[in-house]
């Protein structure tokens, strides 16, 4: 391995992409999710395109130091560990209603987004 993809892998931060799909579906999310997604992209680009100077270095740095003040800003929004649970279940596969948890819905109101989700009838 060269130089550039030992600090690359040891400096770099990715986003796990399965919630930014999730909240990307809702609206007070979708455009701090998209640009998350920005950034993850040009520091993955940065993988295939080794820094030479002092700049480059510290731009990819910046651009990693941005993407976790970010990601943190989303994830730091209050967003318990169980709500992050229901959306990644809601978001793959559905959930059944009764696993839709008071915890989970009465956070959901608080922060205006029960609107963001939906109940269809499963055919099983």
Not at 59 to 64: A, D, H, Q, Y
Not at 83 to 100: I, P, T
Not at 106 to 123: K, P, T, Y
Request: glycine fraction near 4%.
């Amino acid at each position: 391995r060269t130089a550039w993809s030992r600090f690359y892998e040891a400096h770099r931060f990715s986003v796990p992409q399965d919630l930014l799909t999730i909240l990307a579906r809702i609206p007070d999310f979708s455009s701090k999710v998209e640009s998350i997604r920005k950034l993850q992209l040009q520091i993955n680009l940065r993988e295939t395109m080794p820094a030479s100077t002092e700049g480059e270095f510290m731009n990819f740095r910046t651009l990693v130091t941005t993407l976790r003040q970010e990601w943190q800003a989303i994830s730091g929004e209050g967003i318990p560990d169980y709500v992050l649970d229901f959306m990644r279940q809601a978001g793959a596969e559905g959930v059944r209603l009764d696993q839709l948890s008071e915890e989970v819905l009465e956070w959901l109101r608080e922060q205006h987004l029960e609107g963001a989700f939906r109940v269809v009838i499963s055919n099983t």
